[in-house]
């Protein structure tokens, strides 16, 4: 990605991000590649490198362990490893065998599930394999600890143990010439010690010719002497010797094990990347959850569709201080692809022009960004910034003259892939020659479709939206009845400079404002009294809006909640009727056994009895009773459909139905706990108990 000028990534503060970014790295290779962050133009290279930085943040969240425990810095090992002859030491090669390790656990952890779940990640290894190999060679020859085994030759194996029985002999003999120097009071308090690799003895100064041997040294106070005894020098010698056949083969061994692994310098450089570009990945995750980065969705052409987006310096700043972050959303596209935003000063242009600038750079370096997933960014070529005083002492330029250089940059180069940001375009020079040639750079830039945002105060580019194709009025709102700004981007309208009101803020005195008032443009006046007033308004109607939609929200849970409710009663009614069906269906069951059973109750008697007559009469008894209950269920069912039944205690006069038969009659007289029906023509005396008050039902019209 080129950029304009020099210090565009330093103005957008992309450089901090970059030291965020490293301080997340344990490797140098991951430091390294933090350091040396590009910025890619490519979709599908940015698209992998979001996509792996995702991945590894799922994993973080979702507490799933990635095996890169290891933090293995080993360039030089490794350069060792290619010069030939050279000779690596038993820690080296156990640094080499984590490596392997290290490569071993990653390439298990994907898995063939894995492998699909995190295919960006699997893509860092997909074109390496693990070399078992590599750690059978080194466990060969050195154990757990680094140490060369005594059976990784037959040659070590018989030194090693010439020299365990040396050093036994020379320990007998040392500790018998100890017993005897100890005995005459020769000894010191240290006894003994080791000087130029020989086994010494510590003596008083004063005895020291009394002891035949070779005098090794003296302390500082010169009170000891150290002293070979004559009976172990030969030991000590044969020793000595022995030692140095050791340390000749222990180095034979371990050349020729670099030499084996040479063979596989290729392969343990890439594993060495691995680990690197892993550390890498792992800290663009832990950078994206402190400024609650996330994966946009990208877009082939040009485009910057933003939703709730953070300047992430400034987010770490506030979350600090305890401070909330107001985000910005806004669109460029093909069709309004330059955003004019105007308002007070210290009102957040600035802030939002760098916000977008800084993450547009963030994504194209394979950084996940600040922003709601929904938010759709495309890749551009080319960048152009132009933020602050670019006064140049070098070459003589004014201000203003070094704007218009910058400016002269911009109009030949942009094209329909730049992203530029211009703040205070035209400032520095007269209002109104330097408001013309402002008019000029936003006609070419519009020309030459560049999407870019540019931050203004002056009403001719304000009034430039609606009649130049491809640019759109932004305003940072601001809260006149405080005297506060809101840091909040209002997208499709130009805004006020408040430049009375803030004047009146700060508390000028009045009379000063007023003589100001006299001297503005009266049109000029009215139109940012106009813009003033538009943009109060605006924040009443969305003020407004978002009660319209809370309470929206509300009807809207308050009817899910009847749903539910009715949807549950409709269910529990549903469940009632089942049952009844189910207990009717029971019954039903219950009775025909019943019935069969005594059916064959009557079969087996009829074989049984001569009394033919008898059993014939038991099975009209039982056929009769069937008869009698659907006759009393159709009766039942009539007096239902006709009549309905009521609450209350029984009168005379009132008409009743009989629970025991279902037949509708009127009483007539109370007797105690018996009541007289009349049943059509003929009156019946029935227990109060057993009637029930009914009326007829209305029919419907």
Not at 428 to 446: Q, R
Not at 471 to 484: S, T
Not at 521 to 544: I, M, P, T
Not at 643 to 672: A, S, Y
């Amino acid at each position: 990605m080129k950029y304009f000028p020099e210090s565009a990534l330093v103005q957008l503060e992309f450089d901090k991000v970059k030291v965020l970014l490293g301080e997340h790295c344990k490797t140098e290779l991951g430091k390294q590649m933090a350091e040396e962050l590009r910025l890619h133009t490519h979709i599908d290279y940015v698209k992998s490198a979001l996509q792996q930085a995702h991945e590894y943040k799922q994993l973080v969240l979702l507490q799933q362990h990635f095996p890169n425990d290891y933090v293995l810095n080993l360039r030089q090992e490794l350069r060792l490893l290619d010069i030939q002859g050279a000779v690596l030491s038993g820690e080296q090669f156990m640094q080499l065998r984590k490596l392997a390790e290290s490569m071993h656990s990653i390439v298990r952890f994907f898995d063939a599930d894995r492998k699909v779940t995190y295919a960006g990640l699997y893509e860092v290894i997909a074109g390496t394999h693990y070399e078992k190999k590599i750690v059978a060679l080194i466990d060969a020859v050195l154990d757990e600890v680094g140490q060369v085994r005594d059976n990784a030759t037959p040659e070590l194996a018989k030194i090693r143990m010439s020299l365990f029985r040396k050093r036994t002999e020379l320990r007998r003999v040392f500790d018998r010439i100890l017993s005897k120097l100890q005995k005459q009071g020769y000894l010191a308090d240290i006894e003994e010690s080791f000087l130029n690799g020989r086994r010494v003895v510590a003596i008083f100064a004063e005895h020291k010719r009394m002891v035949k041997g070779i005098l090794h040294g003296e302390s500082d106070t010169r009170r000891t002497s150290f002293l070979e005894p004559e009976e172990t020098i030969q030991l000590n010698n044969e020793v000595f010797s022995l030692e140095r056949d050791e340390q000749r083969e222990v180095y034979k061994i371990l050349r020729t094990l670099t030499a084996d692994l040479a063979k596989h310098h290729t392969l343990l450089q890439g594993y060495h990347d691995i680990l690197g570009i892993f550390d890498f990945i792992r800290a663009k995750a832990r950078l994206a959850l402190d400024i609650n980065g996330n994966y946009p969705m990208l877009v082939p052409h040009s485009q910057v569709h933003l939703v709730e987006a953070y300047h992430p310096l400034l987010l770490l700043y506030n979350q600090k201080q305890g401070k909330p972050t107001i985000p910005v959303s806004l669109t460029l596209n093909k069709d309004n692809h330059i955003l004019v935003i105007s308002g007070p000063n210290a009102g957040g242009k600035t802030v939002t022009l760098k916000t977008v600038g800084l993450i547009q750079l963030m994504l194209q370096a394979g950084l996940l960004v600040p922003v709601h997933p929904t938010s759709q960014l495309g890749i551009f070529r080319n960048l152009m910034i132009h933020i602050g005083d670019t006064q140049s002492l070098e070459f003589e330029l004014s201000t203003y003259s070094s704007h218009l250089k910058n400016m002269k940059y911009f109009m030949e180069n942009a094209n329909g892939k730049t992203l530029f940001f211009i703040d205070e375009l035209g400032s520095g020079s007269d209002p109104n020659l330097g408001g013309a040639f402002a008019e000029v750079i936003m006609e070419e830039l519009a020309r030459k479709h560049a999407f870019g945002i540019v931050t203004t105060h002056y009403l001719n580019l304000k009034i430039m939206a609606g009649k130049v194709k491809g640019i759109v009025n932004a305003a940072m709102g601001f809260d006149e009845e405080n005297l506060q700004p809101m840091y909040k981007l209002l997208v499709g309208k130009p805004g006020s400079s408040y430049t009375f009101s803030i004047a009146q803020r700060i508390g000028l005195d009045p009379a000063l404002i007023a003589r100001a008032r006299k001297l503005v443009d009266e049109g000029h006046f009215r139109l940012d009294k106009l813009l003033n007033k538009a943009e109060q308004d605006l924040q009443k109607v969305e003020s407004r809006e978002r009660e319209l939609q809370k309470l929206l929200k509300e009807n809207e849970r308050l009817k899910k909640e009847y749903e539910t409710l009715s949807d549950k009663e409709r269910t529990q009614q549903q469940y009632t009727i089942l049952k009844l069906q189910n207990k009717i269906r029971e019954e039903e069951i219950q009775y025909l056994k019943e019935m069969e059973r005594k059916l064959k109750q009557i079969v087996i008697e009829w074989k049984r009895t001569d009394d033919k007559q008898k059993v014939i009469k038991q099975a009209e008894a039982l056929l009769f009773r069937k008869k009698e209950k659907a006759h009393n269920d159709k009766l039942q069912k009539k007096v239902q459909d006709k009549f309905e039944e009521l609450k209350g205690e029984v009168k005379v006069g009132d008409r009743v139905k009989i629970r025991t038969n279902n037949q509708v009659g009127k009483v007539n007289e109370l007797r105690g706990k018996t009541a007289v029906v009349q049943i059509g023509n003929i009156p019946i005396q029935v227990k109060i108990s057993d009637l029930v008050l009914v009326q007829e039902r209305v029919k419907a019209e």
